[in-house]
């Protein structure tokens, strides 16, 4: 049992950084995979980042590689998308999200099955 609340949103001007955070609560942390997803207006709900419960597993979708960051910190029950060089398509409402998987990164979206209630992060031209 985890319940996730994401927080950092904002708007921020292409090519800028912003940090979304999820906070955990519950039984147990660790033992859970995490993932960011992300869903623009008028599109399907992406994951950009995926990572395993013990953060040696990491997954990027290929649309956010090299520019986002995934972490997590499992003292802290917290896990992070750092975003740079962000641009107008990265516009999104964010979510976290955990899987049961704790080995590997998810990379399939019905893997995870509790769900945060997402941030807005908005990036301007």
């Known amino acids: 049992q985890v319940q996730l609340v994401e927080s950092g949103g904002g708007l921020v001007q292409a090519g800028g950084s912003l940090t979304v955070s999820c906070s955990a609560s519950g039984r147990t942390f660790e033992q859970y995979a995490l993932g960011w997803f992300r869903q623009a207006p008028g599109k399907e709900r992406e994951l950009a980042a995926s990572i395993s419960g013990s953060g040696g597993d990491i997954y990027y979708a290929e649309s956010v590689k090299g520019r986002f960051t995934i972490s997590r910190d499992n003292a802290k029950w917290t896990v992070d998308l750092q975003m740079s060089n962000l641009k107008p398509e990265d516009t999104a409402v964010y979510y976290c999200?955990?899987?049961?998987?704790?080995?590997?990164?998810?990379?399939?979206?019905?893997?995870?099955?509790?769900w945060g209630q997402g941030t807005q992060v908005t990036v301007s031209s």
């Open positions: 999200a955990a899987s049961r998987i704790y080995s590997i990164a998810p990379v399939m979206g019905y893997n995870f099955f509790e």
